[in-house]
Every structure is written in C-alpha cells, then in structure tokens.
C-alpha cells in the first residue's frame, strides 16, 4: 500500500471520526433554543445530550466486535448511512420526545462509525513510528472536535435555527460515506465459531446500565434506591460478562487483556483523562455563558486554544512516548492536567480572559492530548491486529465512561453549592415575574442568567434582581473550586498509580507486541474490493 493511499484512508477514518464527535458537541450549543422553542425543561435538555451518550456507549464494544467479524468498512458505512438518516428525523422533529428518539438512534449508528476509524488506522500503518504518527493524528483529531463544536454551533444558531444542527449532518455523513466506499479497505478476522449474542447482550446491559446510573445520579440522588439498584445491576451484568467471556471459545472481549499492565492502566487514564476533560468543560460552558454571558459564537471562539492546544499536543506526546517511554509520557501529563485544573478553580467573576482562564484552557488542552495519544497508542499495540475493533471500543467505552462521569460527578458538585444558595433567592421571585418552569431552571444552572436578564422587572426589583445574578454566578464558582480540587485529586492518585504500576521502560521493539510490528497475518484478511 502506498503512502498516498494510507494518507487517504486516514484523512476519510479522522472525517468520519469528526463527524460523530462534533454532533455531541454541536447539540449542546443549541440547547437553550430548542428549550424555548420546544418547550422543554431542563430534565427534557438532559435527555437530549444523555440519550445519545447512552446508546453510544451501551454499543461501542457490540459495534467494534461486529466489524472485526463481518468487516470494519461494511459496519462503518451502515453506521454513516444511519447517522445520516436519523439526523433528518431530528431536524424534522417537533416535540423534545421525537428529538430525543432520533438522538438515541443517531447514537446507535455513531456507535457503529467509532470503533471502526481506529481499528482501521491500526491496520493500515504497520510499523510502530507510522501507527504511532497516525494515532497521533486520530487523537488530536478527537480533542480539536470536541472544542470546536461551540464555534461551529454557534455559527450555525446566528445564521439558522436549532434545526441546522441536525442538517448539517446529512451532507457531511453522505460525503463521508460515499468517499469510504472508495477508499477505505475491508478488512475482518477469519472468525470461526457461533457469534457470542449473550455476550453482546450483556455488554449492552451492563454498560448502558452503569452509564445511565452515572448520568441520572444527580437527579435522583447518589445514595438513592434508583441509583444503587442502577449500579448494582450494571456491575452484576459487567461480572456474568466477564464470567462468560472467559469461557466461550470466541469471546466479545478476551477479559484476560486487564491482566496486562500496558493495556489497563492506559485504560483507566484514558477515563480519568476524559472525566477531567468534560467535566472541565462542563464548568467552562457555564462559566462562559452563564457568568460572562457570552453568546454561544463567542463562547466558541473563545475555546479555540483549547482546540490549539490538543493539536500541538497530541503529536509531539505521542512521537515522545516513542522515546522516552508512555509511563514517563503519563505523569507527565497527569500533572499538567492537574495544575490546568487548580488554576481554573480560582477564576472569579471579575477574571479576565487574557489570565488564568486562558492559562487553564491551554493547560487542559495540553494535559489531555498528553495523555490520550501515548494512552491510546498503548492500549492498541497491547491488542492483536484481529482484535483490533474490539480494542478501539475499549479504548473508546473508557472515554465515554469517563466522561460521562466527570460530568455527573463533577455538575452533582457544583449544583449542590449552587442550589443551596440560589433557591431560597428564586422562591422569592414573583411567579408574574418567571413562570414555575423557568424558576425551576434557574435553581439549577447558571446558564438561566441571561433569560432572567430579559424580565421586565418594576424598579421597586431592581435591586434584588442584580442581588440574585450575582448571587447566582457567585455560587457557581464556588461550586467550580470544589470540582476543581477533586480532579485535581483524582489526576494526581491517577498519576501515581501509573508511576507505580506501569513498566517505565519501553519494550525494544517499540510495541507491547512482536505481532503490532507485523503486516496483517493470515488471521486478518485485508480487502480492497466490496
């Protein structure tokens, strides 16, 4: 294969990558307008963002095994055409339950897409320097789609209505789909044996139980009998999984990869990296829009050295790796991390952009992409090319996990101090002034400041109405320094963890494999044709 084919087939996998990323991101820029348009509370805005990251997640392993056994090409290209399709039942949807349909299933067909572009990628560059440069580019292609999905989503809501953020998607996904027809190869395993259906079934079971806990904990509470029963079943599916696994002779997921060093604690800093990650900008959305009031344009263009950042990072950590070994490469970032993060708990609301909030972007930025390209390039030498779907949706199941915790994790944190100081204020607001609903949102976020901004207010309220904005932004942020400190607990435990646990030398042939160095065996079957 030339290297001008294996540039092309990784410009279409990092496009088709792009794509699944940013409509997450994109969506979450709309909110507020389908919120108004829509009528929907803030339970219903959650179930927008949180069905897609359910079904997504709840399949990433199913989807990776599915295209190592019938062919990686052919489940991605069913996975771009779904995406495709279901984008136009969201544009055209009229209630928050049609919208949260067509995210769910949009998250089912994306779930397809996303095992697929690493597992393709790794079996295209065969020797460890051009795997390690292209999972290089993979991984800053992921960091740069989830910062730049403000801008562009906030371009799209200057020029258009919330519908475009689902249009957008058809043209991209239709392009996508017809340039990997062309260019990427076929390629799966010489399976044999039943395919393991229980397995998948419980894969699903487990992990979209264990996801839906971690999301809907903040709403029901984290100690409450929903939420333990949630977790209780999901961990009790996870280990029948596990049991399972280790005893079909064609398993979903070969359980005992754990065993290996190189192949979990990279895991498990791809998931800490991520729950820093989102939560961090989970804080900084509110931070943004809610206390600088800034349009979600602005806000965009504003994120962009975040987006700088992990394209510088992820390149130059990944080749660095190549030299010095993942271990040091880690810490290393962890601790970036770590310090991006104590920083941003000291932004007030008189902190100007131009300091410690761009000092933190930046910082936040460096730290993941550190971590996540050598982390990533780890978990998948440790895997066999045959495998190579399945440890993709690994790969990808920790980040989501990961994520989805930082966000609930983290938005429990900052809520709590939030509300406590921010409810009895809004109680006391006239219900001619807000209506139940809206003052149900503003004891909740901070983003509700700029509606409250529009009240026609008599002047005898005046007073009390700055009182509360300020209150309310004055609250968040105490809730930000708590966040912030228990990342910067859990980066640093993480850290240390890998520092005593991980091989800090780094094998000699430049893999965690002698198969990682080889072209594809007779146990893969590379294709070019259909």
């Not at 983003?447 to 009390?464: A, G, N, Q, W, Y």
């Amino acid at each position: 294969m030339t290297n001008l084919r294996r540039g092309a087939i990784l410009v279409v996998v990092c496009l088709a990558e792009l794509l699944v990323l940013l409509d997450n991101t994109v969506v979450n820029v709309a909110l507020p307008s389908m919120g108004v348009s829509l009528g929907a509370g803030f339970s219903g805005l959650q179930w927008i963002v949180d069905a897609y990251t359910l079904t997504f997640a709840g399949l990433l392993l199913a989807c990776g095994h599915l295209g190592d056994r019938f062919g990686r090409r052919r489940v991605m290209l069913i996975g771009l055409a779904g995406v495709a399709v279901m984008s136009v039942g969201g544009a055209l949807a009229t209630s928050v339950g049609m919208v949260v349909a067509a995210r769910a299933a949009m998250g089912v067909f994306a779930a397809a897409v996303f095992p697929a572009t690493l597992a393709l990628v790794t079996i295209t560059f065969t020797t460890p320097k051009g795997r390690a440069a292209a999972i290089a580019v993979w991984t800053a292609m992921a960091g740069f789609a989830v910062a730049i999905g403000p801008t562009a989503g906030g371009w799209l809501l200057t020029h258009f209505s919330w519908h475009s953020v689902f249009w957008m998607n058809v043209p991209i996904a239709l392009a996508i789909l017809v340039a990997a027809r062309f260019v990427l190869p076929e390629s799966r395993t010489n399976a044999h044996g039943r395919l393991d259906i229980l397995g998948l079934v419980l894969s699903f079971a487990g992990i979209i139980t264990l996801v839906w806990a971690i999301v809907e904990g903040p709403r029901h509470g984290w100690v409450s009998p929903t939420t333990i029963g949630a977790f209780v079943f999901g961990a009790a599916m996870i280990a029948v999984f596990v049991w399972r696994e280790t005893r079909v002779s064609n398993p979903v997921l070969d359980v005992r990869l754990f065993r290996n060093r190189r192949f979990s604690l990279p895991a498990l800093s791809i998931a800490v990296a991520y729950f820093s990650m989102f939560g961090f900008l989970f804080l900084i959305t509110q931070y943004f829009q809610g206390i600088q009031e800034y349009s979600p344009l602005e806000f965009g263009i504003r994120s962009l050295p975040f987006a700088a950042a992990v394209l510088i990072a992820a390149p130059a950590a990944t080749m660095l790796a190549q030299r010095v070994g993942t271990t040091a490469v880690l810490v290393g970032g962890f601790v970036i991390l770590a310090t991006g993060m104590g920083i941003a708990g000291q932004v007030s609301v008189e902190s100007p952009y131009v300091g410690i909030v761009l000092i933190s972007m930046i910082l936040m930025g460096l730290g993941l992409a550190i971590v996540q390209g050598p982390a990533t390039e780890s978990i998948m030498g440790s895997v066999d090319l045959e495998e190579a779907g399945v440890g993709s949706a690994v790969n990808d199941t920790t980040r989501e996990v990961g994520g989805a915790l930082g966000v609930a994790v983290l938005g429990s944190i900052v809520a709590s101090a939030y509300t406590d100081r921010v409810a009895p204020l809004v109680d006391t607001i006239p219900d001619s002034m807000m209506d139940p609903q809206q003052k149900d949102f503003a004891r909740q976020s901070v983003l509700t400041v700029l509606e409250i901004r529009k009240h026609d207010v008599p002047t005898m309220f005046s007073d009390s109405k700055d009182h509360l904005i300020f209150t309310m932004k004055a609250a968040a942020l105490d809730g930000f320094q708590v966040a912030s400190y228990a990342t910067v607990g859990l980066a640093i435990a993480c850290a240390i963890a890998v520092a005593a646990l991980l091989p800090w030398k780094r094998p000699e042939n430049g893999s965690v494999l002698l198969g990682w160095m080889q072209s594809p065996s007779s146990d893969e079957t590379p294709t070019t044709g259909t």
